[in-house]
């Protein structure tokens, strides 16, 4: 089954403790990028990535940092978590070609910071 | 810089259609896409425009003019599980797929 997975689900953490979240796609996509959602804000891109090493920072990437190590593979790194990035993270992928430039999500993980 | 401009709430009853506005200033524009988000879940696509008019795929159809830098999400013959956010986002640059996502509509569907 095509998906995109996601773990963990739900975190608990506390200020400073540093985290990882990580994304893998067995699409064979080239394009990967995570995303925050908050109420009312919609979703707010972090960074993507069009391929393997190659990554750039979205909208609002402070506090951040990913790796693209391996194609299929798209971590996200919180190395001082703090409570305003308490959210929704949403990993996604998609094809580099195409004509819908559609869009994969995964199931989300929903972080608190406390 | 950017924004993007949708109602927060609509509501319709079953059967009926409803039209859910987009509106949008960015620094750049090369397609508008909607998604559907159920409580809970994650988003999924439901459509994409490049160009100007209308695309329909069954119930669901999404009208674009760049001119007015305005598009439209049309669901008709609603049905309860249409009941759910609908979120455009615009594809602000021509490398990469990179999108800027509207605030997002909460539909609710009445019996």
């Known amino acids: 089954e095509a998906q995109v997975t996601q773990n963990p689900r739900y975190l608990i953490t506390v200020t400073g403790k540093k985290l990882t979240v990580t994304c893998s796609q067995n699409?064979?996509?080239?394009?990967m990028s995570w995303y925050r959602q908050d109420p009312g804000l919609g979703l707010r891109q972090i960074y993507y990535?069009?391929?393997?090493?190659?990554?750039d920072k979205g909208d609002v990437p402070e506090g951040y940092k990913v790796s693209r190590k391996e194609k299929r593979n798209f971590p996200l790194i919180l190395e001082s978590p703090s409570p305003n990035q308490t959210s929704l993270y949403f990993c996604?992928?998609?094809?580099?070609?195409?004509?819908?430039?559609?869009?994969?999500f995964g199931p989300g993980t929903r972080l608190t910071v406390t | 810089g950017q924004s993007l401009e949708q109602p927060s709430e609509v509501t319709a009853v079953e059967g009926a259609i409803v039209q859910i506005n987009c509106t949008y200033q960015?620094?750049?524009?090369?397609?508008l896409s909607w998604y559907q988000q159920h409580d809970g879940g994650a988003p999924t696509f439901l459509s994409y425009?490049?160009?100007?008019g209308l695309e329909e795929t069954g119930r669901f159809s999404s009208f674009l003019s760049r001119s007015d830098s305005y598009g439209y999400l049309l669901l008709q013959e609603l049905q309860m599980k249409d009941s759910a956010s609908y979120f455009c986002?615009?594809?602000?640059?021509?490398?990469?797929?990179?999108?800027?996502f509207g605030p997002g509509t909460r539909l609710s569907v009445l019996p």
């Open positions: 699409m064979n996509h080239e394009y």
């Open positions: 960015t620094s750049g524009f090369y397609g």
């Open positions: 986002a615009v594809r602000e640059s021509d490398y990469g797929q990179n999108f800027v």
């Open positions: 990535s069009m391929n393997v090493e190659v990554t």
């Open positions: 425009n490049a160009l100007d």
């Open positions: 996604a992928s998609s094809l580099t070609s195409g004509t819908t430039y559609e869009q994969y």
